[in-house]
């Protein structure tokens, strides 16, 4: 089992930065995928950003292309979201969540940080 343990949310004004970051803990070696969800209040959880352990290939939904970048520490097990232009609509609980080598879901899943981004 892989352990993950986010932090860096808080609130900010519109247009505004923040980076995350996610630290993972345990079984890292059967890391496959480390993806970034959020779950706005009323809404179903969303995907948002993913890396490949390796760090080669990344992914993001449309509306957070160009705005938000994914990234890993290779001298550490932490994968950061640096989000920058962000919007109310940004608003959210971030959590992150590992997807293992051959699985095709996430299974892990950390406790979430909370985003506040003010109009």
């Known amino acids: 089992q892989v352990q993950l343990v986010e932090s860096g949310g808080g609130l900010v004004q519109a247009g505004g930065s923040l980076r995350l970051s996610c630290a993972a803990e345990?079984?890292?070696?059967?890391?496959?995928?480390l993806g970034w969800f959020r779950q706005a209040p009323g809404k179903e959880r969303e995907f948002v950003a993913a890396i490949s352990w390796g760090g080669s290939s990344t992914y993001y939904a449309d509306d957070v292309k160009g705005r938000f970048t994914i990234s890993r520490d290779n001298a550490e097990t932490t994968v950061y979201l640096q989000m920058n232009s962000l919007k109310p609509e940004d608003t959210a609980v971030y959590y992150c969540?590992?997807?293992?080598?051959?699985?095709?879901?996430?299974?892990?899943w950390g406790q979430g940080t909370q985003v506040t981004v003010s109009s």
């Open positions: 969540a590992v997807r293992k080598i051959s699985r095709n879901e996430y299974d892990d």
């Open positions: 345990g079984s890292t070696f059967n890391i496959y995928r």
